[in-house]
């Protein structure tokens, strides 16, 4: 089985090595670049094409948001774990929009990268537990604040399913292919899904999942 | 060297009335003296008029009465002397009054008159004591030669002094004319003084007051001027301190922070190690104290200026300190915001994260609600805040602490409008208004809002 083939982006060396460090130890896990700014990371990127690229947002030249788009963008197959100190909503609200597919916190990079680098190369979302338990919470108490019926009881059984995996990422094939559905009812049920839950975007869908603890 | 200005004025007003006071009095006691001393001519001419007139009268009836003496028959002359005697003494007591009032320059006049009438007494008297025929011999004699030409001589003296007696009056009337003059003179001198000194207190009352004009616009553009600079000055204090807080922030998060996720890192590496066992309790607890230290700088960089107000900008942060507020104090806080489009100006920002940072503060400490609810709304032109609580609320006539001063310090700066609408038990509603309109000229908007990350 090949490695992982993994870019680091942090402008702090220390935390740089330090990571590398930890998956380096790893069975399968190789550190093929890593950049101090988010330009070099694009760079980079589009240079090695890694598999995953573990991105910081505070970043000096180019951010690690606008460098996660121009990733995205760019067409290379790497996927992106944001790591940061930033546990606020908005931040992970626009790495998820900007194409992030993990959001850690580098209060507990040992715990959860090498989960989140898995889980993400394998196809799937992954959040560090501290930041799906925050969103989690102000998710729970913004409903109860505004005394709203869940829209999530609105769901029906398959609905709430289908909700789960398109939140880890999954195509409608693999949908279809995991629920034995034709890909014209995963379309038709994710379609519902969206409008009952005042969603538009993958991300949206992400987010909601998670706040709701239907993924991790 | 400072004069009080009332009492130089009071001086100046109260002269003016002195004087305009003197002239009337004096000019009212020579007007009554004139009349007094007229009055007194007048009758003293005519007094003297009268006596002149008994003498004359007299002297003429006493010749009348000699020569009805004269040609009377034989006797009968007692009765005639008896009458005679009578116009005798009148005459001289008619002479001596008029002696008491003689003017000199009729002195000689009337010496001669007096010196006359004892002459014509005598003459008239020895008349009385001739006998019958002497009478009959001498009387025509004496009648014509004697007693015609002394009356006559008499009278002529009379009238002599009649007319001295009218140039008395003459001259009466002349004294009282120059009084008059005088009377004149002195008022038409105290009208020029008035005038003058009226004039005088005029002009100096004129130059003290637009002295006083010029001192009190002088202190009102000085007022003007400090204040100007004062609210520059705490304009400035207040940019400056933002921007320390933003370095602050950014320094602690980026630096501090970083080098304690590092440690963190690092930390759990070599726990990972097998030979690093024996020390597994100092690394947890290095471990521990590193994440403390992330923790607490993490928010003490977000309490400083949150990284999302110059990430991402204001509504974002506003999202994140109601969230924060809520975790913090079980209060609700509802943000109703569409998202700004990211030119809003930098101290707009500033000024409305730290308005609504202040409000809650104060909701929390102050109010006892339950639920907040922050509106913004932005239109072309301004931009609208309001925050709304359902409090106890209190009398926001009276009660304005140095939080409220220094928001409503912030908005003004901007040219926008701070009220609060509170009363107590209704809640309290903070509006303020931002005007939108001509910034792009004069505030300088140092971060773009919409790229996250530090600045290098």
């Known amino acids: 089985m090949n490695s992982i083939r993994i870019l680091l982006a942090d402008d702090h060396n220390v935390l740089r090595d330090g990571l590398r460090l930890l998956l380096e130890r790893q069975q399968g896990f190789s550190v093929v670049a890593e950049a101090s700014d988010g330009r070099e990371a694009l760079r980079l990127a589009e240079e090695h094409r890694p598999d995953i690229a573990v991105m910081d947002i505070a970043m000096p030249v180019l951010n690690g948001i606008d460098a996660t788009k121009s990733i995205v963008a760019s067409g290379v197959p790497t996927a992106v774990i944001i790591l940061s100190m930033h546990h606020d909503e908005s931040y992970i609200v626009r790495a998820l929009n900007a194409g992030a597919r993990g959001y850690l916190l580098k209060d507990s990079v040992k715990a959860d990268l090498i989960a989140a680098i898995n889980s993400v190369s394998q196809g799937h979302s992954f959040f560090s537990p501290k930041v799906s338990l925050l969103l989690q919470e102000d998710y729970f108490r913004q409903m109860a604040d505004k005394q709203k019926t869940d829209s999530f009881e609105l769901l029906t059984g398959r609905e709430r399913e289908i909700l789960q995996l398109a939140a880890e990422g999954r195509s409608n094939k693999e949908i279809a292919n995991v629920l034995n559905l034709s890909f014209h009812t995963v379309e038709t049920h994710r379609s519902h899904i969206l409008q009952k839950l005042n969603l538009h975007t993958v991300p949206e869908l992400i987010l909601y999942a998670v706040r709701k603890g239907i993924i991790h | ?456």
């Open chain 2, 1 to 456: 060297m400072r004069r009080n200005p009332w009492l130089a004025l009071a001086g100046g007003f109260g002269g003016l009335l002195l004087i305009m006071a003197a002239a009337e009095v004096s000019a009212l006691l020579v007007l009554n003296s004139l009349r007094a001393s007229d009055a007194q001519v007048e009758k003293r001419f005519l007094e003297r008029s009268r006596m002149l007139e008994q003498i004359r009268s007299s002297i003429y009836l006493s010749g009348t009465v000699a020569r009805d003496s004269l040609l009377a028959p034989a006797g009968g002359a007692s009765s005639q002397l008896a009458e005679v005697n009578t116009l005798h003494g009148q005459t001289d007591a008619a002479l001596e009054n008029y002696q008491r009032s003689v003017e000199p320059e009729e002195a000689v006049a009337f010496s001669r008159l007096r010196s006359e009438i004892a002459a014509y007494w005598n003459v008239l008297d020895k008349t009385f004591a001739w006998t019958d025929e002497e009478r009959q011999k001498y009387r025509y004699q004496f009648f014509y030669s004697e007693l015609i030409p002394r009356r006559t001589a008499m009278l002529q003296i009379a009238d002599r002094v009649g007319q001295l007696n009218e140039l008395a009056l003459q001259r009466g009337d002349q004294q009282m004319a120059g009084l008059f003059e005088r009377l004149r003179l002195g008022l038409i001198g105290m009208i020029a003084l008035t005038l003058i000194g009226g004039s005088a207190l005029a002009i100096f009352t004129s130059i003290v007051i637009l002295r006083l004009q010029n001192q009190v616009r002088e202190r009102l553009e000085e007022n003007i001027e400090a204040k100007t600079s004062l609210r520059e000055l705490s304009v400035k204090l207040v940019r400056v301190q933002e921007e320390e807080r933003r370095s602050l922030s950014r320094e602690l998060h980026d630096e501090a922070g970083q080098s304690f996720s590092a440690i963190l890192l690092e930390t759990e590496n070599l726990l990972d190690l097998d030979h690093m066992a024996p020390a597994k309790q100092h690394l947890e607890s290095i471990r521990n104290l590193a994440q403390r230290g992330l923790d607490g700088t993490r928010n003490m960089a977000l309490l400083l200026r949150p990284s999302m107000l110059d990430d991402f900008g204001l509504v974002p942060a506003l999202n994140w300190q109601a969230r924060e507020t809520a975790k913090r104090t079980g209060l609700r806080v509802q943000v109703t915001a569409a998202e700004m489009p990211g030119d809003l100006p930098e101290e707009h920002k500033t000024c409305i994260y730290r308005v609504v940072q202040e409000a809650l503060n104060n909701v929390v400490r102050h109010a006892q609600a339950s639920a907040v609810q922050i509106r913004l709304q932005r239109s072309d032109q301004q931009i609208d805040l309001s925050v709304h609580d359902d409090g106890t609320g209190f009398d926001a006539e009276r009660v304005r602490g140095l939080g409220l001063l220094g928001m409503e310090e912030r908005v003004h700066h901007l040219g926008g409008s701070f009220n609060i609408d509170s009363q107590p038990g209704r809640g309290t509603q903070l509006r303020i208004k931002l005007p939108l309109v001509d910034l792009a000229s004069d505030v300088t908007n140092e971060l773009n809002t919409d790229t996250v990350g530090r600045r290098s």
